[in-house]
């Protein structure tokens, strides 16, 4: 079994959002990054889980520049066996599929395993336009994934109740917690990781579709106020007058 898990890096989750140029550019100056925890502890770990039960190998691919080879190594250190990195700086979804797409189309990849979203942008956008792109089908919001030959059976939540399905291999995956459990690397993968394969290649010359025009934060939070329990006279009034939610 051959299965790709595409990886990005995200700002860490106590960094200091600000923003440059008039608004227009994401600031990354004193942001510490991360791997994206769903590409990481869901996507990533099911991988190679499903490799460990049944065989095979597990490729990371990244877009992005050399400064994201730390956590490509990460990646490597968690179990993948090799990794891509595509030599350009992601602008949108469509850029980072077509990215994707483009070199996973003539390697014969079983499984294409996503995070569902990557939270600096939080679209949800790649995994099926990488499924669109090379005519797979694709399955989002995935909790759990049994391989059986090529058979692929998947559950999900949906409202009220979970969702089971079958598809056949070749697919796209989008994973969301509760896919695997968040795996610590030991020191044994660390070592290991330093003399994986990490292969560079060169965009494939696809531009971004989407503009950002401005950013915004969103306003600040308004002092919280508290009120006795057994005041609840009280309590209406503040949500009627003052909050204006009933």
């Not at 090799?82 to 499984?111: H, M, W």
């Not at 792109?133 to 049994?146: A, Q, S």
Request: no cysteine; proline share 4%; hydrophobic share 40%.
């Amino acid at each position: 079994m051959k299965i790709l898990v595409p990886i990005s890096k995200v700002p860490d989750t106590t960094a200091k959002i600000a923003f440059t140029d008039n608004n227009t550019k994401f600031d990354t100056n004193n942001v510490q990054f991360i791997l994206n925890p769903t590409d990481e502890w869901y996507a990533l770990v099911r991988a190679v889980e499903l490799v460990e039960k049944n065989g095979g190998s597990v490729t990371v691919i990244n877009v992005g520049g050399a400064d994201n080879d730390q956590y490509i190594r990460k990646a490597l250190a968690i179990g993948a066996n090799d990794a891509v990195r595509v030599n350009a700086e992601p602008s949108d979804a469509y850029f980072v599929a077509s990215q994707i797409a483009t070199y996973a189309k003539d390697k014969g990849f079983d499984l294409i395993i996503t995070g569902k979203e990557t939270i600096d942008y939080n679209g949800a956008e790649v995994g099926g336009m990488i499924a669109e792109f090379l005519d797979l089908g694709y399955v989002g919001l995935v909790n759990t994934l049994e391989v059986e030959g090529t058979t692929a059976t998947l559950t999900r939540e949906i409202e009220g109740g979970v969702e089971k399905v079958q598809a056949n291999l070749p697919l796209v995956v989008g994973a969301e917690k509760g896919l695997a459990e968040q795996r610590i690397p030991n020191m044994r993968g660390i070592m290991q990781a330093r003399t994986k394969p990490l292969s560079v290649v060169e965009p494939n010359g696809d531009g971004a579709l989407v503009e950002i025009k401005k950013y915004d934060l969103p306003p600040a939070k308004s002092g919280v106020k508290l009120v006795d329990a057994d005041n609840v006279a009280e309590l209406v009034r503040l949500l009627h007058e003052e909050a204006k939610v009933i």
